[in-house]
């Protein structure tokens, strides 16, 4: 591809969830699936239905929900591929576009796991073939409806995957304020990059959303070639593509010389059990603004540098206009290894202010992740967040970051402490709080592990087109 389509002209086959987090559709589940042996063409049938069903929408739709109020978006599907899946429908890459690395071996390959220092793994699932105890799950579904409404999505053909993993949404979620929380009690989803051209808040009006920020708006602005393959990134350089065979003569590319995977992301999966009880116990013990400082916000989303009144209604762009080196440097009200502020270290890494924005960009997420709910027989709770960020390039955002800032135990000089919420499974649970009279540090137990993950490609709406019908089946038919 020799220069990069305008994203405009694009919006109609880009997935909507990557401008939206589909914040009215409070129900939510995630499939995932196993092709079962020589059922290809069975799951093929049932992706073919899906595609014929609308319930996968454009961007564009979603870019112009509140023109069309006749046709409300009342249900959402996602479908996304781990390379293990593309291979096992027939798909191959070509051999001068290959996949990248990260997605060609896989989240849940040995080198991945070492790399991202999950050592040991408890894993029940993953995006690669060959463990006995895991399952190698082929495809991803996430599906979004409204509350009290029946979904329509037709259940996952039981003749078709050999194994079929549902993950429910956690229905106390959204509480009456319609504003998401995690399962430990603090807003979630709250600081989201804007993607330039495609993405403001939640589709609020693009103006109040700046007017809210004021001017740190510019410290959100991303470029799309960091999220959505093909675009321009915070290099100024076209994101890399990818290419299937058969795919150029298939006649479904939607910008001459666009390879398969323009329009298409990245999706980094992971399902992270939380820990509520111990949680619980440890803010007992040390009360909520310790808790507060070990996830880096209030629990109502506020960051602790606010200086406005406490518990304010603000917008969420008004919550995320703040930076750390200008507001906190040392660490005192939001601790430099809190959560979030590894998480988004927002302008802190930098030797100035400007250089530690421009350095964060390079390395954003785009989160899509739900929390989740599992009981057991017993009514035993098992509960937790089912993550999911969208990137472009795997090793320079989720990689970088999981690496580097969040499981780095000498982060901003800090000594052998990693993220104090979901560290290395073997690391000291200790947190440095400045100023705290016993000397700083407090010890943590556990609060969450990983019960799975995947590295997975979302496709343009083409492209997965062009997968229901590589054996033959058309949606024009």
Not at 36 to 51: N, P, S, V, Y
Not at 308 to 336: H, L
């Amino acid at each position: 591809m020799k220069h990069a389509p305008f994203l405009s002209d694009q919006l109609c086959d880009i997935q909507g969830m990557l401008n939206s987090g589909f914040g009215w559709l409070t129900n939510s589940r995630f499939l995932l699936l196993t092709i079962g042996e020589e059922r290809q063409e069975q799951a093929r049938k049932w992706l073919f239905e899906i595609a014929k069903s609308n319930l996968m929408i454009s961007a564009k739709r979603v870019k112009d929900r509140k023109k069309n109020q006749e046709k409300p978006i009342r249900e959402v599907v996602a479908i996304a591929f781990s390379f293990s899946g593309l291979a096992k429908l027939g798909l191959k890459e070509t051999s001068n576009h290959p996949f990248p690395t990260p997605f060609r071996s896989g989240m849940g390959s040995a080198l991945r796991e070492s790399l991202l220092r999950d050592v040991p793994r408890e894993w029940r699932w993953s995006d690669v073939e060959g463990f006995s105890s895991r399952q190698a799950v082929h495809v991803l579904v996430a599906q979004w409806w409204l509350a009290d409404a029946e979904p329509r999505m037709p259940p996952p053909d039981p003749d078709a995957f050999s194994t079929i993993t549902t993950v429910e949404n956690r229905p106390e979620s959204f509480r009456k304020d319609g504003k998401l929380y995690e399962p430990f009690g603090f807003r979630d989803g709250i600081a989201q990059p804007v993607i330039r051209g495609l993405r403001d808040e939640e589709g609020g009006n693009p103006n109040r959303v700046k007017q809210d920020a004021g001017t740190l708006y510019e410290d959100r602005v991303i470029d799309p070639g960091e999220f959505v393959l093909g675009y321009r990134n915070q290099y100024d350089e076209l994101t890399y593509t990818p290419d299937l065979e058969h795919w150029a003569e298939s006649g479904r590319a939607t910008h001459p010389g666009g390879r398969f995977t323009l329009n298409g992301s990245y999706l980094a999966v992971r399902q992270i059990e939380q820990n509520v009880k111990a949680f619980e116990a440890f803010e007992k013990a040390n009360g909520e603004v310790i808790c507060a400082k070990l996830m880096g916000r209030s629990k109502d989303g506020l960051p602790l540098s606010w200086k406005g009144p406490p518990n304010a209604r603000v917008s969420d762009s008004t919550a995320d206009a703040f930076r750390y080196q200008v507001d906190d440097a040392d660490g005192f009200m939001c601790p430099k290894g809190a959560h979030i502020r590894r998480m988004n270290p927002r302008d802190s890494l930098g030797v100035d202010v400007k250089s530690g924005v421009k350095s964060s960009k390079l390395h954003r997420l785009l989160r899509r992740g739900r929390p989740y709910l599992e009981l057991s027989e017993d009514d035993d709770r098992r509960e937790g967040l089912f993550f999911i960020a969208c990137n472009a390039d795997l090793e320079r955002q989720f990689e970088f970051m999981h690496q580097r800032w969040m499981r780095n135990f000498r982060f901003v000089n800090l000594d052998h402490e990693d993220d104090p919420v979901v560290g290395s499974p073997k690391a000291p649970k200790m947190f440095t709080i400045p100023g705290l009279p016993s000397g700083g540090q407090i010890s943590l137990e556990t609060l969450t592990r990983s019960r799975g993950g995947g590295y997975f490609f979302l496709p343009g709406i083409k492209a997965f087109e062009f997968i229901v019908g590589y054996g033959g089946l058309s949606l024009e038919s």
